[in-house]
C-alpha cells in the first residue's frame, strides 16, 4: 500500500517557489529519504504533508486521506519529528512522555511511558527536568514522544543533524527498528550516507523539484559504471573517533 | 460521514486534552514560583510608595487611600502577570513543541486555553497576596458577598481580556523581549487613570485621556463595589471594554495560532 503520495505539490512563499511540482509515493514500511540541501524545500515538504501549511496547488494523500480536506485524518495516522527537539523543557522526561500519551488517548499512559523510557535508556534520567539532559538524551525522548501511540506513518526532520557520531548510530539503528516492525518512516537529511545507511527508497531534492529518484541500487546505476582505482584506505575521523572510545564499530 | 465521526471523537476530547494542557502549564508556573513573586512584588511595592510617600499629598477625598489605591493596584499585577503568559507562549513557538501539538489529533484550541487558565490562576494568586497585604497596611471594606463576587468576576474578565492580548504577542513576537514589551504600556494605563488620583486634578487633554480610557471605568466600579457604594454606569463601560477587547482578542489571537508554523 503507497502511504504517502504526493502529484504536482506546489508551495510559493511570495515570488519564492519553494516547491514546483512534486510527485511522491512512499510505500508501507520502507524508508524514504528525502535528500536536499539547506533551503531546498524539504522542512516545506514535511509541513504540508503533516498537516501545517497548506499547499497552493496539487494533491497529498497521507495513509488514504487527502491532507487538506482531511488534516484530522492525517494527523491521526502520523508523528512529526521536527528540526529542534520538540520537548518541554520545564518537564521531567516521564512527565513529556505521560502528556503526549494522555494527549493520543493511549489507555495506560505511565506504562507507555516507562517502556519507551527502557526502550531508548532515559530510565535513569526520567525524573530529572529535560533541562538538564544532553542534545542526545533530548533527541531520544523527543523520538519517544513521537512513538507513543504506535502512530503508523514516522515524520523526521533531519533526526540526526547536530548529534554526536554515537548517538547518530545509535538513531540510525532505532529507525531501521521501527521500519523492521512495519512502520513507514519518511525523513529528510542532508547528509548522503545517511540516506545510504538508511534508506528504501531515496529522492533528490532540488530548486524545487525531484530530480532524481530511486533504491540506492537503482540511482548507482544511472551513473557511469565505477573505474576501478587503487587508493589508500584512510580512517575517517569518524571511525578513529569510534575505536578510541571504543564503543560500537561503525557499520 | 466518516468526517463527522472523526470531529466527534476530537471533541469528546476537548476537555481531557485541555485538562492535560492546563496541568502542563500549571506545572510551569509552580515550577517557577520566582514569576509570581516578580508579578506581585512591583505592585506591592507601588502600593507602599503611594501609600507611604505620596498618598499624604493627595486628596482624593477619601479618608482611606489604601482603599482608593488598591483597585489601581490590582490591575498592575494583572498587567504585569500576563506578560509571563506571552514568555511561555514565544518559548513553547521557539521550541517547536507547538508544532508538536499542532501535528496531533488535538483540539487546535487546548493549547491556548491551557495557558489562558493557567494565567487566570496565577494572577488570582498574586491578586490574593496582594489584597492580603493591603488588609496589613490598612485596607478594610464593607463590601458584601455578592459585591466581592462582582469584584472577582470583573478582575478575571479583566485577566481574560488581558490574556488572549499576550497569546497574540507571544505567538507573533520574534524575540523574548519583544513577547514581553507589549505589556508596558498597559501596565502604565493605570497611572493615567483615576487609579491614584482623581481625573479632576489633571489638565484638560490628560483628563479626557483618563476618563475614557478602559481602566478609569473597572477602577471606579472596583471601587465603589468594595467601598460598599452603589455603582454607577461605569459598570457597563468597564464591562464593555473587557468583553470587546476579549472577543477581538480573541479573533486575532486564533488567526495567529493558525499561521503560525
Aim: charged fraction near 15%.
Amino acid at each position: 500500500m503507497t502511504m504517502i503520495k504526493t502529484r504536482g505539490l506546489r508551495k510559493s512563499f511570495g515570488d519564492h517557489v519553494v516547491l514546483d511540482g512534486i510527485d511522491l509515493d512512499v510505500a508501507e514500511g520502507t524508508i524514504f529519504a528525502l535528500l536536499g540541501s539547506n533551503g531546498a524545500g524539504k522542512t516545506t515538504l514535511i509541513k504540508i504533508l503533516t498537516t501545517l501549511l497548506k499547499q497552493d496547488g496539487g494533491k497529498a494523500i497521507v495513509n488514504g486521506f487527502d491532507v487538506a480536506s482531511k488534516p484530522a485524518h492525517v494527523r491521526q495516522s502520523l508523528s512529526l519529528t521536527g528540526q529542534s527537539a520538540a520537548v518541554d523543557e520545564m518537564l521531567t522526561g516521564r512527565e513529556n512522555l505521560i502528556m503526549i500519551a494522555r494527549l493520543r488517548h493511549v489507555k495506560q499512559p505511565r506504562q507507555v511511558a516507562d517502556e519507551l523510557l527502557t526502550r531508548f535508556g532515559l530510565t535513569d534520567a526520567a525524573n530529572r527536568r529535560v533541562s538538564t539532559y544532553s542534545g542526545g538524551m533530548r533527541r531520544r525522548l523527543d523520538l519517544a514522544m513521537s512513538l507513543v501511540g504506535t502512530p503508523q506513518i514516522l515524520f523526521l526532520d533531519e533526526p540526526t543533524t547536530g548529534l554526536d557520531p554515537e548517538a547518530r548510530i545509535e538513531m540510525w539503528k532505532v529507525v531501521k527498528e521501527l521500519a523492521d516492525g512495519g512502520r513507514t518512516v519518511f525523513l529528510t537529511t542532508q547528509y548522503l550516507e545517511e540516506a545510504e545507511q538508511l534508506a528504501d527508497h531515496i529522492a533528490i531534492l532540488h530548486e524545487g523539484t525531484i530530480i532524481a529518484s530511486g533504491t540506492l541500487m537503482e540511482l548507482k546505476k544511472r551513473f557511469p559504471p565505477a573505474q576501478v582505482e587503487y587508493v589508500e584506505k584512510q580512517p575517517t575521523l569518524e571511525e578513529i573517533f569510534l575505536a578510541i572510545i571504543g564503543k560500537k564499530e561503525a557499520q | 460521514m466518516e468526517m463527522t465521526q472523526n470531529q466527534e471523537t476530537i471533541q469528546n476530547h476537548f476537555f481531557s486534552d485541555l485538562s492535560v494542557m492546563l496541568g502542563r502549564s500549571m506545572r510551569h508556573i509552580f515550577r517557577s514560583m520566582d514569576t509570581i513573586i516578580t508579578v506581585t512584588i512591583m505592585p506591592i511595592a507601588f502600593m507602599l510608595l503611594f501609600v507611604y510617600v505620596f498618598g499624604g499629598a493627595i486628596q482624593t477625598g477619601t479618608a482611606n487611600y489604601v482603599n482608593y489605591l488598591l483597585p489601581g493596584i490590582l490591575l498592575i499585577a494583572i498587567a504585569s502577570g500576563i506578560s509571563y503568559t506571552a514568555y511561555r507562549l514565544f518559548t513553547d513557538v521557539q521550541r517547536g513543541i507547538i508544532e508538536r501539538f499542532r501535528s496531533m489529533p488535538i483540539a487546535p484550541s487546548t493549547m491556548l486555553w491551557g495557558h489562558v487558565l493557567t494565567s487566570l490562576v496565577s494572577n488570582a494568586i498574586s491578586v490574593v497576596v496582594i489584597i492580603l497585604v493591603a488588609l496589613i497596611i490598612g485596607f478594610r471594606s464593607s463590601a458584601g458577598i455578592l459585591s466581592w463576587l462582582a469584584v472577582v468576576g470583573i478582575l478575571a474578565l479583566f485577566t481574560l481580556a488581558l490574556t488572549w492580548v499576550a497569546v497574540i504577542a507571544g505567538l507573533t513576537a520574534k524575540s523574548t523581549d519583544g513577547a514581553v514589551a507589549f505589556s508596558y504600556p498597559i501596565i502604565f494605563l493605570p497611572f493615567i487613570s483615576s487609579a491614584f488620583v482623581p481625573t479632576r486634578s489633571m489638565p484638560p487633554v490628560v483628563r479626557a485621556f483618563a476618563e475614557h480610557q478602559p481602566v478609569t471605568a473597572i477602577v471606579e466600579t472596583i471601587r465603589a463595589l468594595l467601598s460598599g457604594q452603589p455603582v454607577s454606569h461605569d459598570i457597563w463601560v468597564a464591562l464593555a471594554w473587557c468583553v470587546g477587547i476579549l472577543v477581538v482578542a480573541y479573533i486575532f489571537a486564533m488567526r495567529a495560532y493558525k499561521k503560525r508554523v
